[in-house]
């Protein structure tokens, strides 16, 4: 049956959206849990660095809703997760699984952009 006209359709989420956004989650709960282990940051530097990974979740769970600036937050969020893996003084194995991990999530959000609606930019 036809879409009546003037209804909005319900568009379907990818499951690589929601892959994304459950791999962005464990990656800072284990980065969470890291901070919290470290003794040379502080109390205000943890609870930022915490901040900034609650803000990352909130941009996978943004772009699991199929927001364009959710997509495009959390991936300016997971290049900065490249740029803390070249240096950090990490054990390398570390530093190697934070790369994959980013570019996991990278590869799930761009092989999932087609979903996203199309915005409609108002006529001059």
Known sequence: MPDPAG???T????WTLHAA???VLVESLAEGAFVIGRDDWGNLGKALILLAFVAKVGFAQLARRLSAG????LLVFELVGILVAIGAEWAMGLRLLLVATV???YALVLSSL???P????PRP
């Open 21 to 23: 956004f459950w791999l």
């Open 118 to 121: 199309t915005p409609e930019l």
């Open 70 to 73: 959710g997509a495009l937050g």
């Open 11 to 14: 568009l379907a989420v990818p």
């Open 114 to 116: 087609h979903a996203f």
């Open 7 to 9: 209804s909005a359709r």
């Open 103 to 105: 570019v996991a999530v």
